[in-house]
């Protein structure tokens, strides 16, 4: 499975980006999928997942209220909106595939991960 992510860029604070992940290969509808980021000298944090229905998805604290992450399984993407950046949100950010069908915020359980987009936010 290859992931390709996309869409991140360098906004104003306050501004909006929509970031998207094409998977293909040996793909499956039947996998959570999740958002991660990762800023300099950090650790790659949680952001977003979804299950593989679309019906249930669960977010990091940080970003409660201003991301929203979608999928389209037709189109093997994964969508995530995020509105009112911070500058806090500066990062590198991961789309990835869970094991599992449920959301869940634990990176271990990710198994194919996309090469990340960066999304720098200026005050």
């Known amino acids: 499975v290859q992931l390709q992510a996309s869409g991140g860029g360098l906004v104003q604070a306050g501004d909006s980006l929509r970031l998207s992940c094409v998977a293909s290969g040996r793909t499956s509808s039947n996998n959570a999928l999740g958002w991660f980021r990762q800023a300099p000298g950090k650790e790659r944090e949680f952001v977003s997942t979804?299950?593989?229905?679309?019906?249930?998805?669960n977010y990091a604290d940080s970003v409660k209220g201003r991301f929203t992450i979608s999928r389209d399984n037709a189109k093997n993407t994964v969508y995530l909106q995020m509105n009112n950046l911070e500058p806090e949100d500066t990062a590198v950010y991961f789309c990835?595939?869970?094991?599992?069908?449920?959301?869940?915020?634990?990176?271990?359980?990710?198994?194919?991960w996309g090469q990340g987009t960066q999304v720098t936010v200026s005050s």
């Open positions: 990835a595939v869970s094991l599992y069908s449920s959301p869940t915020s634990r990176l271990e359980l990710y198994r194919y």
């Open positions: 979804i299950s593989w229905r679309g019906g249930s998805a």
